[in-house]
């Protein structure tokens, strides 16, 4: 019973390598979507080529007038492209972007978008758990010696078994990052007390 209580320890943090998973993604760029351009032509007219990677940008496009190429539509404009290019041809920076669903359906990445301008949002789901180890470490340090190794380890799965379904229904990413730690925390209960319980039925 001890092993198995911390054997299903470990997949919080294997889960997350599913759950943060980063397809590609590029601007979205409202004017031609709602002009039925599609993302092909939309990544190749709109889409700049990185100079480092030689990929398209995910969060930078070009500073066309969009309104134009729309009613232009994607042969015109393509072939006279200064046409619809402004005076001042800088990059963009895109407030949205679409993710290509054939790599991940669906993520916390593309649920909440925590990309570019969010990236950090996306690193912090992650080092949050790290803090919840160390938070539940000296917590559980006391606890299991305060209440008790069973009390202790039964509050603790309980606790993690509604944590995790809350988490689930996480509307945004911050309740799910505040819930990731939170669930951490009790993880690192019922993993302790069935260690320390074996280990002191080793010794007896």
């Known amino acids: 019973m001890c092993a198995f209580s911390t054997f299903a320890t470990p997949f919080s943090s294997i889960s997350y390598q599913f759950l943060g998973a980063t397809p590609d993604y590029w601007c979205h760029v409202s004017e031609l979507m709602e002009a039925n351009w599609t993302q092909e032509q939309i990544i190749t007219f709109a889409i700049p080529l990185s100079n480092l990677t030689g990929k398209r940008e995910g969060c930078l496009m070009h500073n066309y007038n969009y309104t134009s190429a729309a009613q232009l539509g994607f042969n015109k404009v393509m072939s006279n492209i200064p046409s619809v290019s402004n005076i001042d041809d800088t990059l963009l920076a895109c407030s949205s972007r679409v993710y290509n669903t054939s790599q991940y359906e669906s993520s916390i990445v593309t649920e909440w978008d925590l990309t570019c301008d969010r990236r950090a949002l996306y690193s912090t789901t992650s080092s949050v758990m790290q803090a919840g180890t160390l938070l539940g470490s000296l917590l559980y340090g006391h606890l299991l010696e305060a209440i008790g190794r069973r009390k202790t380890v039964l509050f603790s799965s309980v606790s993690s078994i509604l944590t995790s379904a809350l988490i689930i229904a996480s509307h945004n990413v911050e309740v799910f990052i ?25 010794t007896v």
């Open 178 to 202: 505040f819930l990731r730690m939170l669930n951490q925390i009790f993880d690192i209960g019922y993993y302790m007390g069935p260690v320390i319980l074996c280990s002191l039925s080793a």
